[in-house]
């Protein structure tokens, strides 16, 4: 069974800056993928980053990276130079690299406020 | 390039009707999940199609619950008969895997159905 923690249920930073957004996993699968999902307040599940288990470097997407600490078992998002527009919920998620079991497991999330 | 659609946006019914939900994915996508989202269970699967044929249909909740992928551009889910702990959102998503690629994995999800039973 896989499960994602995420431990912080709301946070707030100020326009401009960098904020992080804790997130651990369990599994015993060797092979796994962590994604990163935005959820504004209009409702939408976005995609914003992937990184596989096996991959080295760490993902980044534009102002998105994902800070993978295999050994704590950790996928933590940063996001730099924080913007109005991000204030949203985001969901940590993962799920095996394996066709018969892709279903994505995801964390309780985390409710970010950017103020001005 | 479009992406997944679903239809109804918003479903509003009375419980013991019957309710179905749509989605078309991202063309040229082999797999397709229904997840829903509940304020007390968060977002979970209900099941998992790979190339049309099921292939984890371990969280749907019961035999009301139905789904079907008669081709690679749609899908339904039905539910009959509907009970108000149904109401919910039903998030349809998709995802180019099997095909080998850096964002093969990536699941991406459709705006979702706002279902409530009343």
């Known amino acids: 069974a896989q499960k994602i923690t995420q431990t912080q249920p709301g946070m707030f930073v100020q326009e401009k800056e960098a904020v992080t957004l804790d997130c651990t996993y369990d599994?015993?699968?060797?092979?796994?993928?962590l994604f990163w999902y935005k959820q504004p307040s209009s409702g939408e599940m976005i995609f914003l980053i992937y990184q596989g288990s096996y991959d080295e470097q760490n993902a980044t997407e534009g102002r998105y990276s994902l800070n993978f600490q295999k050994a704590r078992k950790s996928a933590n998002l940063v996001i730099s130079a924080s913007q109005l527009g991000d204030s949203a919920m985001y969901f940590c998620?993962?799920?095996?690299?394996?066709?018969?079991?892709?279903?994505?497991?995801f964390g309780s999330g985390t409710r970010l406020q950017v103020q001005p | 390039d479009a992406g997944v659609i679903q239809s109804p946006r918003h479903e509003v019914t009375e419980m013991g009707q019957e309710v179905t939900l749509r989605c078309k994915p991202i063309?040229?996508?082999?797999?397709l999940f229904w997840y829903r989202q509940t304020m007390m269970r968060g977002l979970e699967l209900l099941i998992y199609?790979?190339?049309?044929?099921?292939?984890?249909d371990s969280g749907m909740p019961e035999d009301r619950f139905s789904a079907k992928m008669p081709n690679a551009s749609f899908s339904t889910l039905k539910i009959q008969p509907s009970e108000p702990r149904d109401s919910a959102v039903y998030f349809c998503?998709?995802?180019?895997?099997?095909?080998?690629?850096?964002?093969?994995?990536?699941?991406?999800f459709g705006p979702g159905t706002r279902l409530t039973v009343t």
């Open positions: 199609f790979n190339n049309n044929v099921p292939i984890d």
């Open positions: 063309s040229g996508h082999n797999s």
């Open positions: 998620a993962m799920s095996p690299m394996d066709t018969g079991r892709r279903a994505l497991t």
């Open positions: 998503a998709s995802s180019p895997y099997p095909r080998t690629g850096v964002n093969s994995y990536e699941q991406y």
């Open positions: 599994t015993s699968d060797q092979s796994y993928g």
